[in-house]
């Protein structure tokens, strides 16, 4: 299979060797009644065949590589039909009109008729490429074929048609859309398979645009209403996912009615966690389009309820969202309303609620400044820095910077800083490189001056351990911080340290230090490189171990190039 694979990928080559001619009068017709029985060797010959046209001769012959792909558009296997629909309306963008109704046309209604139901699936893909560019005649054809395959007695048919009807009714005229394509629309989102209403929801909007203006909300209402209370929980899921293109769907008339609105607490109150969690994903979207009249009245009582929700990826998915309802409501709803259901989230009982609503705190912070919160937000913190998972550590770690910014150098230097240190001497190795990265970004935030006082001499320490893991640690933390402090900070208060490593008895440290040398070099003063970092590396080429001499030699080139 593999040889014949391969041949099928040189159709370009064998096409540029025969010829146009040739690669249409003897190539495609040997393509076409050899066709593989394979399903990769198929797949890969719909997506040559889509690439041939300039090798038939341009697009005046480009209709030669519509009958191969009308067959390969008949397979049972899926990518190969989704291949060849794909490489038909690519071949058919680039064709004439006249071409277009003298062998796409017909090519559409003979799959649209055929007898097999992989060829009637593979029809409904077609009808938006063509449909724009014929008579109306032949567009009142197509409309009826593609009504037909709307009431296929195949589910599979209808689901096709359902994902491609909205493309369909794009490109209809207004009052064709209505007349055709909604009864289609309004059968499909009441049909027994659950695959097929499926497929509505996400074309609502589309059908909206398409539809009169006049009578767009009128007749999607119901439609929609329908899909709200649908028995399928995959389809409420899918409508609470896609809610706030349901309601521009409907039009802001309706959706400032009570019904929307309650369609919504309908899908927050959903019996499967599944919809609750999605409609939670959702919620300050909603309340962005419906406004804070419609939050506070509609909305407040469901999320009260869904702090407390028995499924904590309801209550994670709420916890993500739900401090952007701050920028919905005024300040004082806020306060009243909103804060208590955060700081009941803050305490929430799983780790990953907790961090979402910590992951918020700017949207807090812009509204009602997180002072409030300080107190209720220390434990969290704590609790999340201790976590027994380590992703959940090293998601805190990653928060550490905007907390610091939020809660200001006081509270951190009280609480926090503690904790950062803790973070340097952690079991796993990614926290502790994410808590180096850390301490980086706190001098970014809290300056030099403040970095060398409160957090250097603590680094310091730990470059005393009697584990020389710590030692390391210390070490790749004191060299990252060399650019935020600045070369005077760095020479004083960091270099000393550093070079007293050189000499540490394990030789892994000691080759650190060489690199570390190597990657100060060039933010150091050229009489401090010359006086002290030099001099260290020539004392380390001459190390015991061979790894230290090695990187030694390396860094000590380094940093003469750096300061030539």
């Known amino acids: 299979m593999s040889v014949r694979l391969n041949s099928v990928r040189q159709l370009k080559t064998i096409g540029k060797t025969l010829g ?36 038939v001769g341009g697009v005046e012959h480009a209709h030669t590589l519509l009958v191969p792909l009308e067959t390969l558009a008949g397979m049972e296997e899926s990518v190969v039909r989704d291949k060849s629909v794909e490489a038909i309306n690519r071949i058919s963008a680039d064709m004439s009109d006249d071409d277009i109704a003298k062998y796409v046309v017909p090519l559409v209604t003979r799959l649209a008729m055929g ?8 029809a409904t893909g077609l009808f938006h490429t063509c449909y724009p560019r014929v008579n109306a005649r032949s567009q009142e054809k197509l409309r009826q074929l593609f009504v037909n ?20 009714a794009a490109v209809l005229k207004p009052e064709h859309a209505s007349s055709d394509v909604l009864p289609c629309f309004s059968k499909l989102a009441k049909d027994e398979q659950d695959s097929v209403r499926l497929r509505t929801v996400e074309n609502c909007s589309i059908i909206a645009k398409a539809l009169p203006p006049n009578e767009s909300s009128a007749k999607l209402v119901p439609i929609v209403h329908g899909l709200c209370a649908d028995k399928s929980w995959r389809v409420r899921y899918m409508v609470a996912d896609k809610f706030v293109s349901l309601c521009e769907a409907v039009g802001d008339a309706e959706m400032k009615q009570d019904n929307m609105p309650d369609s919504f607490v309908r899908l927050l109150q959903d019996t499967e966690p599944e919809v609750r969690t999605a409609a939670s994903n959702r919620v300050t979207e909603v309340a962005r389009v419906m406004g804070a009249d419609t939050t506070l009245k509609k909305f407040l009582e469901p999320l009260r309820a869904l702090v407390s929700d028995q499924s904590q ?39 990953e609620v907790r961090l979402n609503i910590i992951s918020q705190l700017g ?4 509204v009602v400044g997180v002072d409030l919160l300080s107190q209720s937000l220390f434990p969290a913190i704590v609790e999340l820095a201790i976590d027994g998972k380590w992703r959940v550590r090293l998601a805190i770690i990653e928060h550490i910077p905007l907390l610091a910014e939020q809660l200001g150098a006081k509270f951190f230097e009280q609480k926090l800083s503690d904790l950062c240190m803790d973070w340097l001497g952690d079991q796993v190795h990614s926290i502790r490189e994410a808590a180096t990265t850390n301490l980086v970004r706190l001098a970014e935030v809290f300056g030099a001056q403040w970095t060398a006082q409160h957090m250097v001499p603590k680094v310091i320490a730990l470059a005393g351990n009697n584990s020389y893991l710590y030692r390391m640690t210390a070490l790749r933390a004191l ?25 540490d008895a394990v030789p892994n440290v000691r080759f650190n230090v060489a690199k570390s040398f190597a990657q100060m070099a060039p933010k150091l003063p050229d009489k401090v490189v010359s006086s002290t970092l030099v001099p260290t590396l020539k004392k380390l080429t001459s190390d015991a171990d061979a790894d230290v001499r090695y990187f030694a030699t390396k860094s000590l080139a380094a940093v003469k190039a750096a300061s030539s």
Request: aromatic share 6%; with cysteine.
């Open 20 to 55: 146009p001619d040739r690669t249409r009068d003897e190539l495609i017709p040997y393509l076409t009644e050899f066709i593989d029985d394979e399903d990769d060797i198929l797949l890969a010959l719909a997506e040559e065949l889509g690439e041939l046209v300039p090798l």
């Open 115 to 122: 007898d097999w139901y992989t060829s009637r699936i593979s």
């Open 149 to 168: 395959l709307c009431s296929d007695e195949t589910p599979m048919v209808k689901r096709s048609a359902c994902t491609f009807i909205g493309k369909f």
């Open 313 to 351: 990826y309801t209550r994670a998915a709420l916890a993500k969202v739900i401090m952007g309802l701050a920028k919905v409501l005024s300040k004082q709803d806020v306060y009243d309303h909103l804060l208590p259901l955060f700081l009941q989230l803050l305490k929430d009982q799983h780790s």
């Open 363 to 366: 949207d807090v912070n812009q």
């Open 479 to 503: 060299t990252a911080l060399a650019e935020p402090l600045g070369a005077n900070l760095t020479v004083s208060a960091v270099l000393p340290v550093i070079q007293k490593m050189s000499e």
